[in-house]
């Protein structure tokens, strides 16, 4: 026989069911209808529970531990993601950004970047994360038709097409 679900529950059946029916998240509504059928012992067995409200048997004996040490408010306040701060500063980005609309000295290609950044700005930037930023934010391309040269005489192109 499987483990019985005997849990004593503080929240009152009214709480549980206001929180459950003002709570937007999918997550969180399951985490509180576990403790809502808990409360009004529907189920025998943890495993039935689980499989009542679609998740793993493990799931819920971490929700139940949760609960036990941390109380309510810690099974409705996700944890998940985060304050992720990009590998590429402020500062980081208005230089390669000078970089790659620079003429004269430009960037010849994704691991030239990422030379560029290590020596200039002493960051080890790896070479798909600076490259897919690159497209992402200056519309870079891997392959493209060679410029100009900047020293070109335009009127003495103009008089070479000319002659027949």
């Not at 549980?16 to 509504?29: C, D, G, M, Y």
């Not at 808990?38 to 039935?48: G, I």
Request: hydrophobic residues 30%; positive net charge.
């Amino acid at each position: 026989m499987g483990m019985t679900s005997k849990i004593e529950i503080e929240e009152s059946l009214e709480t549980l069911e206001k929180a459950f029916k003002t709570n937007t998240s999918f997550k969180v509504r399951q985490r509180i209808q576990s403790l809502i059928l808990l409360k009004k012992d529907k189920f025998k067995r943890q495993a039935d529970l689980a499989e009542f409200i679609g998740v793993g048997h493990s799931t819920l004996k971490t929700w139940i531990k949760q609960y036990k040490e941390f109380g309510f408010d810690s099974l409705t306040t996700l944890q998940s993601g985060g304050n992720y701060k990009g590998a590429i500063s402020e500062h980081l980005h208005k230089a390669l950004e000078a970089k790659v609309n620079d003429s004269k000295d430009p960037l010849l290609g994704y691991w030239h970047a990422v030379d560029w950044v290590k020596e200039h700005h002493g960051q080890d930037i790896k070479y798909q994360t600076l490259r897919a930023y690159l497209i992402r934010h200056f519309k870079t391309k891997k392959k493209h038709p060679r410029k100009s040269h900047y020293k070109k005489d335009e009127q003495a192109l103009e008089v070479f097409k000319k002659t027949p």
